[in-house]
């Protein structure tokens, strides 16, 4: 790896590819590459969680291969599976043949199907692991991630223990749906992030909506933060104030006032009681 010799080093290297990380971010980030921990970030959606891992991968010039997790992910789709169609042909082809020779043929390599996990362990370069919403695999399936994310190997039983050849970045994310285990937790560096604060959102806004004149990025980030702060069911968060600045240029607003925050509201606000409550609030 690169070896950042400061946690300022971090913050360049993230802006640079258009990430803009507050200073938590910068200091984790440093001490995951120095501690080689993995990094669980946890936070609410749209607040650039997946998006750290990408960029961590960009600016190591590292693969990103992504491990997105949902109820019922197995061993099969995380680890590695067996090809049984190819398996299936291969016994078909050798009916007759001497069972202990096809056996140990149709369990090697050719027939393996290699799943995220394998695949940032077996990659020969290194590789930026990013193990995506692991809050929704269920707890035991935790305990595979736990074997790999430990040892950085995992057994397959009928190739042995493999050993990874060399050592990923690993990215955890959770929406923090529940709580994840302390075996999991100890393994990590634990990185919370929240919504930005008013000028790092103004920031992120000039970034990724280019054509954003600046007093406008300034509104947007100051009324997105009150809308925040409003007792609210899903609160707006970073993709939602990208979204509404993108949607304020399509409209050619230069300006925002209550009148255009009431108008545009949806694109800001998933819930029609959320609407409801932001527009009275705002007056019109
Ligand atoms: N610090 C940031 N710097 C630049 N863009 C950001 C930042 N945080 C969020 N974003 C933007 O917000 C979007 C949503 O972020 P994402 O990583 O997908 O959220 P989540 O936390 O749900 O994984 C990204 O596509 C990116 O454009
Ligand atoms: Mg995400």
Known sequence: MTGFSSPGE????LKSVDYLPDDRISQVVFLAERLDKPVLVEGPAGVGKTELAKALAQIH???LIRLQCY??????KALYEWNYRKQLLRLQ??????WAEVEDDIFSESFLLERPLLEALRSPEPVVLLIDEVDRVEIETEALLLEVLADFQASIPELGTVQAVTRPLVV???????DLSDALKRR???LHIGYPEADREREILLTRVPELPEQLASQIAGVVRHIRDQPIRKAPSVSESIDWARTLLALGIEEVDEGVTTETLHVLLKYQADIDKVAAELGT
């Not at 971090?10 to 290297?13: G, L, Q």
């Not at 109820?71 to 099969?76: C, I, K, Q, V, Y």
């Open 10 to 13: 971090v913050a360049d290297a």
């Open 61 to 63: 010039g590292r693969r």
């Open 71 to 76: 109820e019922g992910l197995d061993e099969s």
């Open 93 to 98: 082809a050798d009916e007759g043949a001497d």
């Open 172 to 178: 955890l994310t959770s929406n923090n749906t529940r």
């Open 188 to 190: 990590c560096l634990f």
